[in-house]
């Protein structure tokens, strides 16, 4: 931090966000993708007309898609149909993927900018280098110049070791978020294609 100045500090701050992030959003994702095989074998409870049962195997369930397949199952057994429950089941899954997306947008900044904050904290301590040798008229220790030089280079050293895993993190994390929605999608689906049609099951 010494040798870097207020770059490095702030560089620091945002290696700690990204990494507190990254945690908060692995524990968050991960029941994301659980509880597939209770929901296949909802599905072909509900086609053999045991609805009930149907419902009991989803209702404990800590994934969105079973949070968003057991509120299909209550509506339907309600007899709540059509565009208007479609609409609705559309609703709650883009709600569902936007909760899992969150803060992955400012992992995504963090990967962006960092690296530009360690360009600039390099191009600021280049300037000084050079304004030091401007003023000792060309006859500046090189060993000085270049102690100069590398602390300004330290800067966008750690803006990459920052920037990395942020971008790592985020596509993972995104990746996960878009699997899971697609997995909302899949299990709904056909559980209205079996409440339309139980030999599709």
């Given amino acids: ?6 770059i490095i500090v702030v560089l620091g701050l945002l290696s700690a966000l990204s990494l507190t992030l990254i945690l908060v959003k692995i524990v968050q994702l991960l029941p994301a993708r659980s ?8 599905i072909s409870l509900w086609a053999k007309g045991e609805k009930d049962q149907a419902q009991d ?7 969105p898609a079973d949070r ?15 565009s ?23 992992l995504e900044l963090i990967a962006m900018i960092s690296p530009l904050l360690g360009l600039l904290g390099t191009v600021m301590g280049m300037i000084q280098s050079f304004q030091a ?32 895993p942020a971008a790592v993190g985020a596509t993972l994390l995104s990746a996960r978020a878009e699997s899971a929605a697609q997995m909302i999608e899949n299990s709904v689906g056909r559980l209205m294609l079996v409440e339309e049609d139980p030999n599709a099951a």
Avoid at 1 to 6: N, Y
Avoid at 133 to 153: D, K, P, V
């Fill in 35 to 42: 509880g597939a095989a209770q929901r296949e074998q909802a």
């Fill in 84 to 106: 208007t429950l479609h609409s609705e089941l559309l609703r709650r899954g883009n709600e569902e993927f936007a909760r899992m997306n969150s803060l992955i947008r400012v």
């Fill in 68 to 82: 968003v397949m057991i509120y299909a199952m209550k509506s339907l057994a309600g007899g709540f149909t059509g």
């Fill in 57 to 63: 195997v989803v209702k404990n369930g800590k994934s």
């Fill in 133 to 164: 040798l401007e003023m000792a008229e060309g006859a500046a220790n090189a060993s000085i110049l270049a102690g100069g030089i590398w602390q300004a280079l330290l800067t966008t050293a750690v803006g990459l070791l920052v920037a990395i």
């Fill in 1 to 6: 931090m010494g040798a870097g100045g207020i």
